[in-house]
T-cell receptor
């Protein structure tokens, strides 16, 4: 099982601020993901990475950006936070298990933009 | 494209009673199926998964799920729930092959509340 860490766990910030949500994993997984989760809604994939220097946008359009300079680190950045960015952000990484990529999730970051 | 429908958004059940959380999916290709559990203020944890073979899969904490291909369902069951099972449960699918085979498609979740 993967160890996925996310910081901060909770963040309250004003409109227009730049924020970076941190995600790191200690299992050496190549593939990593960012999801957005709102109450009563499906999780939506906003970014994923196959490995170092490889990032792609997911199905849900997001104004955030990501980088993957190191295998273990996959930070998400919002250049200018807005109230519409208020949500929970979940990071995940995956490994091949029983012939299928199985995803393991971090504890999430709850973001409130005032 | 895939879609997942969890038919109940909330399920209250008394402690030691049985429970079934329903999940139906739609997909034009074969899929793997997963159940994840999210305890309050935590991330999602993999509960169990169906890849192939026996249609009944079990988790270490007493949950089981049965894949029914004809009904495109993957319902989660437990014969006797405990207070500690209170959580939100997410059903998810992932295509075996093709574009998007890296991607999990989730349902909206079912909140299980176990009443003492």
């Amino acid at each position: 099982e993967a160890d996925i860490y996310q910081t901060p766990r909770y963040l309250v910030i004003g409109t227009g601020k730049k924020i970076t949500l941190e995600c790191s994993q200690t299992m050496g997984h190549d593939k990593m993901y960012w999801y957005q989760q709102d109450p009563g809604m499906e999780l939506h994939l906003i970014h994923y990475s196959y490995g170092v220097n490889s990032t792609e946008k997911g199905d849900l359009s997001s104004e955030s950006t990501v980088s993957r300079i190191r295998t273990e680190h996959f930070p998400l950045t919002l250049e200018s936070a807005r109230p519409s960015h208020t949500s929970q952000y979940l990071c995940a990484s995956s490994e091949l298990s029983d012939r299928v990529e199985t995803q393991y999730f971090g504890p999430g970051t709850r973001l409130l933009v005032l | 494209a895939q879609s997942v429908t969890q038919l109940d958004s909330q399920v209250p059940v008394f402690e030691e009673a049985p429970v079934e959380l329903r999940c139906n999916y739609s997909s034009s290709v074969s899929v793997y199926l997963f159940w994840y559990v999210q305890y309050p203020n935590q991330g999602l944890q993999l509960l169990l998964k169906y890849l192939s073979g026996s249609t009944l899969v079990e988790s270490i904490n007493g949950f089981e799920a049965e894949f029914n291909k004809s009904q495109t369902s993957f319902h989660l069951r437990k014969p006797s729930v405990h207070i500690s099972d209170t959580a939100e449960y997410f059903c998810a699918v992932k295509p075996l092959i093709g574009a998007g085979s890296y991607q999990l498609t989730f349902g909206k979740g079912t909140k299980l509340s176990v009443i003492p």
